[in-house]
């Protein structure tokens, strides 16, 4: 099967810092594939790369088996590619169903009598709302009055309702409660169902593994490698994730540090 | 879903009370209350004294709709006033000193608001200061060049005796008389107030209003043309104020440069007044229509009690901060998530 976004030995410089070194990534439909690694691992450059925001300086990108050079995130939107950004899903003052439509109103009449379909717009997001479990009073209600797993999810339906093929989470749940990051999870699942796939960045494993089907470690700009759920564990990737031998010479100095407590008493 | 429990039906009341307009709606309310009790018996309720108010308020409201939209919008336009004063010489110096047709005149004064309206958004999108300061400084500008200008052609700052080349002018009674023995600008300002505020609430372009005000970062990020978006408002704010310096240059038969001073703050107050948020993607062009309403009212209204009009200043004031956090106190409502 060909994937429906492909990178190919990927790297990206920012002046002498290397951000990115040689990755690899594919993403198949109806697959949740988590980005894992700690801060500075590259994981918001490499998603900043596949959502057109700038170019890699070596590799290449393939969406579809065609190969792509995307010059704005625009361009990688109209070929099925969606990035929900944490801090820029939706607009708290605009109502859900403005911010909805923001940018794609359906319109009804001709000419200067063409006119944002406001009944049309209601019924779809009151529907798509509904598939994915949040119960508004009413879609006029400003987005400000719910809550942030709501909102994040709420951008999400947007994506895939607007025909997102590939769905790119930045953190959609680092600044959320255990509830609310449920809500989210939740659809995330939803959108796998319905054949999207998903890149899904998170520090959190215990998320990634709730929802993930392949994961990639990055660390510094470098990966680890590419993982499917079955040949590998929650422990292991949870290692790998904190740097696994930064952790096993921690654990060997708090040892240490006992051993001496216990000769000096 | 009739199980869940938080959904709920709201009261009329409480969805009322959550529009952007609601403050400025029972601020009309009250102040017409009051003047009627307290002036009704000398003049304030009748017919001449409605239509005074209403002129008053309607030459400020030709404004409002379209600085409520560009506030909505995020932005500001403190050049308003000036281009009163330039618009209106642009018209009457062509038609008194040049001998051009009145029609000729009208289409230079909305010709010189498009081009300055763009200048002021093109600047602003282009510079990416803010356009309180760009504006600021097209105040300045216009304002002296007006100045400046009429001096050098006429030797005066006053251009006069415009009636007679009004005369079956076809562009001219557009924008002049009493058609059913309402002023001109009274209809003017009613057809304004419905189309601004059907482009807010009915278009697409109107939903980029809300959007670029509200995020411009975000709304881009979907796609909206944000700059395209804040120029055009640029260009309606600066043809309204066109708009109004012709209806003026053709009621009174003359153009003066100090024309539309402060009226820009005016503008501002009116449109504040009627619950659009100052820092954009919240608000109604029917506020900033009541907010002009109201403010036509009190102007209108002292001088029908028979206090001095030097006190009306006092009363803006007061009336500008009582409404601006009435209104604060509505959005954090409405934004508070439903118990």
Known sequence: MTPLIEAKNISKYFGPVVALKDISLKVHA??????????????????????????????ELFVEGRPVRFESPRQAMDLGIATVYQDLAMIPLMSIVRNFFLGRE???????????????????????????????????????????????????????????????????????????????????????????????ITHNVHHAWAVGDVFTLLNRGQSYGTFRKEETSREEVLQMMAGGEELASLEVELEEIARNQGRNP | MEHDTRLRKVSPVRALMARPEFGSLAGVILVFAFFAVVAGDRGFLSARGTLNYLEVAAQLGLLAASVSLLMIAGEFDLSVGSMIGAAGMAMAIPVAIWGWPMWAGIALAFLLAALVGYANGYLVMRTGLPSFIVTLASLFILRGATLGFTRMITSRTRVSGLHSYAQGDPLAALFSGDPLGIPISVWWWILITLLASFVLTKTPFGNWIFGVGGDARASHAVGVPVARVKIILFMATAMSAALLAVIQVLDTGSADVLRGELKELEAIAAAVIGGNLLT????????????????????????????????????????????????????????????
Request: proline letters at 3%; one cysteine or more; glycine letters at 14%.
């Open chain 1, 30 to 59: 109806g697959e949740v594939h988590c980005l894992l690694g700690d801060n500075g691992a590259g994981k918001s450059t490499l998603i900043k790369i596949l959502s057109g925001v700038f170019p890699p300086d070596e590799g």
């Open chain 1, 106 to 200: 359906p319109t009804v009449g001709f000419g200067p009598f063409r006119r944002f379909d406001l009944a049309t717009a209601e019924k779809i997001a009151t529907e798509e709302l509904k598939k994915i479990g949040i119960d508004v009073r009413d879609v006029h209600q400003a987005v400000g009055t719910l809550s942030g797993g709501e909102r994040q999810s709420v951008a999400i339906a947007r994506a895939v309702h607007f025909g997102a093929k590939v769905l790119i989470l930045d953190e959609p749940t680092s600044a959320l409660g255990v509830k609310e990051a449920a809500v989210v999870l939740r659809y995330v699942i939803e959108a796998r169902r319905r054949g999207v796939g998903v890149v899904f």
């Open chain 2, 280 to 339: 954009g993607g919240y608000g109604s062009v029917i506020g900033g229509s009541l907010g002009a309403l109201l403010l036509g009212m009190v102007k209108q209204g002292i001088f029908f009690t028979g206090i001095n009009t030097d006190w009306f200043k006092v009363f803006l004031g007061s009336l500008l901060l009582a409404a601006v956090l009435l209104n604060d106190l509505l959005r954090k409502k409405a934004l508070e998530a439903p118990k």
